[in-house]
């Protein structure tokens, strides 16, 4: 925590300043109200401790000036003089608490504590349905998710910008949420979708504007920046961004200050930025729509979701996360999911990525009627796309939350053709087995039958096993 001391006493001053540092909190000093506004110009505080009687301007001056002007940070107000017309004054001018001198610097630090946490508070609120209960979580033990969540783990406590890329549906937002609650930053996670945004609206959601600024502000309103004070600002679409409005976020990247619309001075802001795009922001800077400064600032530390595709053995790992998460919002008791439907969830290309694996789940769990999700109540790419053959399989496999993939990809081609129930368990036979380097006694764990039954199998398909490699 970092507050301002705003007192003409030195000694006053230099006396709070040591007991705060004792309690872990950084205190800096200010003479007087035009000191203060100076500092708060300048840097970010968490709180403000003043005093009312004060030379140049006083404590009420500067209320007044922190109310219609000056940064949102909470202020404590100390008089010696403890004239009730006052705390009345300083309280309606904004001021979130009032002490007499002399007083237990104690007592100072618990409502400064209170002042600052009631605050985070506040400003999480203020987030309103950007705001998520949840903890981030990015499900996947493949190679290219394992490269995404290292990377995550190590730039998140270094404050650097950091520039997420990737497909639609892969996690972009995610995988920002995760970079915050990793940070150990305090503040909340602010994110803004914009594209989503009208372009004349767009300064001010992201600037904040004063009273009178334009027609309909009637009052003064921060911005999203000033909201993630102390937190994470996620920009998504970052490649919407008009040009005039990359020049003020350049401004604010590099200065680390913004500017109200219609304001005459700077605040200080303290927010770290997660910037995400689906698109080539390299091209986009060839052809002159996004700025070559900006995207240098922002790709700092750069970030790419790998799409589905790419995610060999995902699938099952994240179907098992979405059918448990799913099956308690929906009400639903399913014991898992057929070897057929994640044969066939395995097989297709999932060109909405893990959002359409997502819906997938939903849907299918909607149309379940079973006591598990069968081939025949997933609809992929609009239609449902196994034949009816595939009801009741021979291999009786079952998948429950959590588990490991049962099936190998296969040609796209394959959803607009039908296949035999034969070809498809066979495929989810050889693809255990390839992943479980041939060793029978595992791929029959994990397809959920015998050993017996998986060599019968072998044996009925003619699949072919190397000899030194399917030793167990």
């Known amino acids: 925590m970092r507050v301002l001391i705003v007192d003409d006493e030195k000694r006053m001053t230099e006396s709070l300043i040591h007991y705060l540092a004792l309690e872990g909190i950084e205190g800096k000093a200010a003479a007087d109200g035009l000191e203060a506004k100076a500092a708060l110009g300048e840097e970010a505080f968490d709180a403000l401790v003043t005093d009312l009687r004060m030379p140049r301007l006083d404590g009420l001056g500067l209320l007044s000036w922190i109310r219609d002007e000056g940064p949102q940070v909470p202020v404590v107000v100390i ?33 400064l504590n209170k002042a600052v946490a009631e605050r985070r508070f506040a400003r999480r609120l203020s987030a309103g349905s950007r705001s998520y209960e949840e903890g981030a979580r990015l499900i996947g033990e493949s190679s290219a998710m394992r490269d995404v969540l290292n990377l995550i783990e190590r730039s998140a406590p270094t404050g650097a910008n ?95 200050k913004i500017m109200r619309l219609g304001a005459s001075k700077p605040i200080p802001v303290d927010a770290r930025l997660v910037a995400a795009t689906n698109r080539d922001l390299e091209a986009e800077v060839r052809v002159g729509r996004f700025r070559e400064d900006l995207y240098y600032r922002l790709n700092v530390i750069r970030i790419r979701l790998p799409p589905l595709r790419e995610r060999s053995g995902d699938i099952a790992l994240l179907a098992g996360y979405f059918l448990g998460k799913l099956s308690a919002e929906l009400g639903r008791k399913v014991e898992g999911m057929s070897a057929e439907a994640l044969a066939l969830l395995d097989a297709y290309p999932f060109p909405g990525n893990v959002r359409e694996l997502e819906n997938a789940i939903e ?55 039908p296949r035999t129930l034969a070809e498809i368990e066979k495929e989810a036979i050889v693809a255990a087995l390839r992943r479980n380097r041939y060793r029978r006694e595992k791929t029959a764990e994990e397809l959920g039958i015998t050993r017996r039954t998986l060599l019968n199998k072998i044996k009925e398909y003619a699949i072919e096993v190397p000899g030194r490699e399917a030793e167990d």
């Open 363 to 417: 849907r299918a769990l909607i149309l379940a009627e079973g006591p598990r999700i069968e081939a025949r109540d997933l609809q992929l790419g609009g239609a449902g796309l196994m034949p009816a053959a595939a009801k009741g399989s021979s291999l009786g496999a079952s998948f429950h939350s959590g588990a490991a993939a049962t099936a190998a990809p296969a040609d796209a081609e394959c959803f607009s053709q």
């Open 79 to 111: 008089s010696a003089h403890g004239e009730v017309r006052d705390a009345v004054a300083a309280m309606r001018l904004g001021a979130y608490d009032y002490l007499v001198k002399p007083f237990d610097p104690e007592e100072l630090v618990i409502r």
């Open 162 to 256: 950091v520039l997420l890329t990737g497909e639609s549906g892969t996690g972009k937002e995610v995988a920002a949420r995760l970079i915050h609650e990793r940070s150990g930053r305090e503040g909340p996670f602010v994110p803004i979708n914009v594209g989503a945004v009208p372009e004349n609206l767009l300064e001010s959601e992201l600037f904040g504007h004063e009273k009178g600024a334009f027609t309909g502000a009637e009052q003064r309103r921060a911005g999203l920046f000033e909201t993630a004070q102390g937190g994470t600002i996620f920009l998504d679409e970052i490649g919407e961004l008009p040009l005039h409005l990359q020049v003020k976020l350049l401004r604010a990247i590099q200065e680390k």
